[in-house]
């Protein structure tokens, strides 16, 4: 602060005054001085032989002297007052500087305590999170591991289905070597049979006419069959048709359940690299925590010297700050790599023309915005990519119904199967009444029986495809179990998410306190960049005043006395040294305060 002008004018002020008094009690002194004069004068006229010519000289020469002291004594008085005075003023002054100085170190000792209280706060609500979020970790860690253990006894009952239906076959392929081999019997028979009607035939004429209502009874009937047998041709054409498609779509489901067992196993390695950023994570946390733990000491320091804070400290915070905007950058960076992540997750669950082109369009879009800046994350820009993941998984949980619909037509097709196997055990107990009651259609007997092999192979085959789509609905199960264990990573991934934002929350109030900080630590460097310029300020005045005194020391005029009068002016000069002592000695100890002061600033 540099003092204006206004100060040594009004510093002067009080001085004219009191110089204006001191020269009216001079004039008035002088004025007494000569009536005294006057009157011994007229004393020493009235009785002139008793007062000689010597002595009347002496006492004309004592009044010149008495009255240059007395004016010595006046301009001695003078200055003392204004001496006085100007010290007053500057003590009222530095007085009235150190209130204002003490009011705003008090000031600033408050928003300290309040900054640390609130640094305390956060630090106790972050801790809290934290212990929150490693819970849910070590639960989401449970939950894989259970999840895993489902998937390996998947694997095992899957295996031993499979066991199971290999069985079957082979089961069903000795009923089918015996069925041959009954078949064969019954061949025979039918031959010794017609052997036996031949013979039968020759000896017997009468029954010819029960034959023949016999044959068209059957010829009826065989009419009847063959039309039966065009209606089971056509069910079987048809149920060939569904099963060529079943046969397609089993293939495709099997592409797709590669496809997911692909995905499966990259999204797990998607945990695997999140579980190690969760870890990184973790580490940058201690990090920051170590920082804040030197930063309560540089701050408890701070606060044992708080009238002692330096240009050093201040560079060290500023250093420290940079350290946190870099680490910053590096949180952005992995943000944006996980939206990266989300995104290509998203890309390949699509798989369609349609979703290529909006991948083609995301990755030009994404490709930009790398290029411009990486830093940049653009807000709610994961939560929509997280949207999309949730409505790529809705859809394939459609396909899934879809493929439960599916398993319901696969039911109806195999009641279908059932009620054809039982028509054709009906067609068979009918051929079997035929063979006993008539003998003559036999050759017929045989085609039937040819179809009836025929119908058992295509039920066979069917019971096949049956077993297959049986394995494909457990191949379903897996299905849902990998939707849950998508499901569950996506959990995982939004709470990651959402640590990541309150790690950048925490973040931005830590820089916020940091500015609150810097700017305290400016307002400190404004105060005592003040305290330098109102130093510079004293140092002048205090030099000015001194130049002045030694100008006015030196000007006063040297005087010779006589020896008889040199005892008298030597004890006058004592009284005024005396009298200029305590100004100068007022001077000097404000001038040690002020130079103490000073010094504990600059400190």
């Known amino acids: 602060m540099e003092l204006p002008i206004s100060f040594l004018s009004d510093s002067s002020r009080p001085a004219a005054s009191s110089e204006r008094g001191d020269q009216a009690a001079l004039g008035r002194g002088e004025l007494e001085f000569d009536e005294e004069l006057v009157f011994l004068a007229a004393e ?21 002297i008495i009255r240059q002291k007395e004016k010595d004594l006046v301009l001695a008085a003078r200055l003392g007052k204004a001496l006085l005075e100007r010290n007053q003023d500057m003590s009222r002054r530095y007085e009235e500087m150190q209130r204002e100085m003490t009011d705003k170190l008090e000031h600033l000792e408050q928003e300290k305590h309040e900054l640390k209280r609130k640094l305390e706060n956060r630090e106790g609500e972050w801790e809290g999170r934290v212990s929150e979020l490693e819970s849910d970790v070590k639960l989401l860690q449970e939950e894989l591991e259970k999840q895993q253990v489902n998937l390996r006894e998947a694997d095992r009952e899957k295996l031993s289905v499979v066991q199971e239906l290999s069985e079957q076959n082979q089961r069903l392929l000795e009923q089918l070597s015996r069925a041959t081999e009954m078949e064969r019997q019954l061949s025979q028979q039918v031959n010794v049979l017609q052997e036996e009607f031949r013979e039968k035939s020759l000896s017997t004429s009468q029954h ?30 048809t149920i060939m048709e569904e099963n060529e498609q079943l046969q397609g ?24 690299e999140s579980q190690l950023e969760i870890e990184e994570m973790r580490l940058s946390y201690r ?8 930063l309560r000491e540089e701050k408890s320091l701070q606060h044992m010297n708080s009238t002692s804070t330096s240009l050093l400290s201040e560079i060290e915070q500023s250093i420290e700050a940079e350290e946190q905007e870099q680490e910053r950058e590096q949180l ?65 949980l459609e396909t899934c119904d879809s493929a439960s619909s599916r398993k319901c037509e696969d039911d109806g097709l195999e009641e279908q199967i059932k009620q054809t196997s039982e028509d054709s055990r009906a067609l068979r107990e009918l051929l079997q009444g035929e063979q006993m009651r008539m003998k003559q259609t036999f050759d017929e007997l045989q085609e039937l029986h040819k179809q009836v092999t025929l119908l058992s192979v295509e039920m066979n085959a069917l019971k096949e495809e049956r077993d297959r789509l049986l394995v494909l609905t457990q191949n379903d199960e897996t299905q849902e179990q990998l939707m849950k264990a998508i499901k569950d990573r996506d959990e995982a991934i939004s709470k990651k998410t959402a640590v990541e934002l309150e790690l950048a929350k925490c973040r931005i109030d830590l820089m916020s306190l940091n500015t609150q900080l810097l700017d305290a630590i400016q307002q400190k460097l404004n105060l005592s960049q003040q305290l330098e310029a109102w130093q510079d300020d004293m140092h002048r005045v205090i030099d ?11 000007s006063q005029p040297a005087y010779s006395f ?40 600059k400190c």
């Open 44 to 64: 020493g006229e009235g009785d002139p032989e008793e007062i000689e010519g010597p002595e009347v000289r002496e006492q004309s020469e004592l009044l010149c």
């Open 208 to 237: 010819v006419s029960r034959l023949e209502s016999l044959l068209a009874e059957q010829i009826l009937e065989i009419k009847m069959l063959s039309d039966r047998k065009r209606e089971l041709e056509q069910q079987l054409s």
């Open 249 to 272: 779509l089993v293939e495709e489901l099997q592409d797709k359940e590669l496809s997911l067992n692909q995905q499966n196993f990259g999204k797990d390695l998607q945990l695997r």
């Open 287 to 294: 990090q920051l925590e170590g920082k804040l733990e030197e």
């Open 332 to 396: 952005r960076l992995q943000l944006w790599e996980a939206h990266c992540q989300v995104r290509s997750l998203c890309c390949q669950l699509r798989g369609n023309e349609s979703a290529d082109s909006a991948v083609s369009t995301d990755s030009s879009m994404d490709e930009s915005s790398e290029t411009s800046s990486a830093k940049d994350v653009p807000a709610g820009s994961l939560r929509t990519a997280l949207s999309e993941l949730k409505s790529l998984i809705l859809s394939i």
């Open 544 to 554: 000015q005043q001194l130049m002045d005194k030694h100008q006015k020391e030196w």
């Open 562 to 601: 006589s020896n008889s009068h040199h005892v008298k002016q030597c004890s006058k000069a004592a009284a005024m040294k005396h009298a200029e002592r305590p100004g100068e000695e007022s001077i000097g100890a404000e001038g040690r305060r002020l130079f103490s002061f000073l010094k504990k600033t």
